[in-house]
Every structure is written in C-alpha cells, then in structure tokens.
C-alpha cells in the first residue's frame, strides 16, 4: 500500500483541514482568478483554502486516499478545483503555466528529486510568477513533532538561498513556533519560509 494512503486512511484529517498559517499570512500575493499548483496537496486544507480565495487551483498528490479526502472537503466548503494523482517525480509541470505555487511541508524528496522538483517549479511558474515555500529546518529533528526524519530532506536558508538564486526571494526566514495541524504537526516546530518571485 502506498505509505501515503496509509498515512491519510480514516475519518480524521492528518494535518486537519485549516489551511497553514504561513499560507494565510502571504494573503495579499493572492489575487482571484490567478492560476495555482498547490504541490503535494495532501487531503486539500491549502489548495481548498487557496479556491476559497477566488484562484484557480490545481491540487497535485501521489495518494489517491489523500485526493479523495480533498474532494470531500472542497464539495463540503463549496469550491471548485481540479485535483491530479501524479508521481512528483515523472509529473509534467509545464512551462510558464501557473502564477503562483504553492509548496508547504514537501519534504518528502530527497536531495536528488528535490533539485528536479525545484528546477520543475521555476519552470512551470510565469514570469513574474511567485513560489511560495514552507517547511521544516534541520533543528526540527530535535523537536520530533512532525516533519520528515531525514536530515538531508531538511531545509536550510543557504539551501533555499542557493536553489532560488535565479529568482527575486522577497522574504526568507527561519523561526520557532507552536502550531497545530492536526495529528500530524504538533507541537513546537522549527520552521523555514519563503517567498520568491520568477524573473
């Protein structure tokens, strides 16, 4: 069975249905009507969210489960999307194809996958097209309350600094918060945003 599918198997939302914080802080970068991938989207609480504000969202997973509890959950609040079971790793991205993209807690990809995945989202992103990016730092390890056990699969400011260096990164940083999305993240957590904008 796919470990994802095991992963979002019951009633319950695994990372809840609230979009993430970060996510509703870059509010003003979104505008209706402009064209979103929400990557590795899970059961939907940011791409449902992301619809919710007027865009037009494409929602990516590799768990057919997850995608299913997605569709639930935009039926329930009352949206439209579009919903893709795709391999992150053998997905088409496009070029030029989206205006804004949306990656929160993708951080299943190891080193060689995630350099694919990185060069994959700046292509598909228009000119001008903005990345939004949220995940975990190496200290995460420490804290253990949610987040790959890979040290490798973290993320770090030069890493994001180095990887993003073709684009205009509008805000970077790393900090510590308590936050709570569902079973999933819980906790104090070591936490990394970005925000870059495509040339």
């Given at each position: 069975?796919?470990?994802?599918?095991?992963?979002?198997?019951?009633?319950?939302?695994?990372?809840g249905t609230?979009p993430?914080?970060?996510?509703?802080?870059q509010?003003?970068?979104?505008?209706?009507?402009?064209?979103?991938?929400a990557l590795?989207?899970?059961?939907g609480?940011?791409?449902?969210?992301?619809?919710e504000?007027?865009?037009?969202?494409?929602?990516?997973?590799?768990?057919s489960?997850?995608?299913?509890?997605a569709?639930?959950l935009a039926?329930?609040?009352?949206?439209k999307?579009?919903?893709?079971?795709?391999?992150?790793?053998h997905?088409?991205?496009g070029?030029?194809?989206?205006d804004i993209?949306?990656?929160?807690?993708?951080q299943?990809a190891?080193?060689?996958?995630r350099?694919?995945?990185?060069?994959?989202?700046?292509?598909?992103?228009?000119?001008?097209?903005?990345?939004?990016?949220?995940?975990?730092?190496?200290?995460?390890?420490?804290?253990?309350?949610?987040g790959?056990?890979?040290?490798?699969?973290?993320?770090?400011e030069?890493?994001?600094?180095?990887?993003?260096?073709d684009?205009q990164?509008?805000?970077?940083?790393?900090?510590?918060e308590?936050?709570?999305?569902?079973?999933?993240?819980?906790g104090m957590?070591?936490?990394?945003?970005?925000?870059?904008r495509?040339?």
């Amino acid at each position: 069975m796919n470990v994802w599918n095991e992963r979002y198997s019951g009633e319950e939302y695994h990372f809840g249905t609230d979009p993430s914080v970060f996510l509703v802080a870059q509010q003003s970068f979104l505008k209706p009507g402009m064209n979103c991938l929400a990557l590795a989207d899970g059961e939907g609480r940011n791409g449902v969210w992301l619809a919710e504000q007027g865009l037009h969202v494409r929602s990516v997973d590799s768990s057919s489960v997850a995608i299913d509890k997605a569709r639930a959950l935009a039926a329930k609040r009352g949206v439209k999307m579009e919903f893709e079971l795709a391999d992150l790793a053998h997905w088409d991205f496009g070029v030029d194809r989206f205006d804004i993209v949306v990656g929160v807690f993708i951080q299943f990809a190891p080193p060689d996958l995630r350099e694919k995945m990185f060069a994959h989202i700046k292509q598909c992103l228009k000119p001008g097209g903005l990345l939004l990016l949220h995940g975990y730092t190496p200290r995460q390890l420490e804290y253990r309350t949610g987040g790959p056990s890979a040290m490798e699969n973290l993320y770090t400011e030069a890493l994001l600094r180095a990887a993003f260096a073709d684009m205009q990164i509008l805000s970077l940083r790393e900090y510590d918060e308590d936050i709570r999305e569902g079973a999933g993240h819980s906790g104090m957590s070591a936490l990394i945003d970005m925000v870059a904008r495509k040339a």
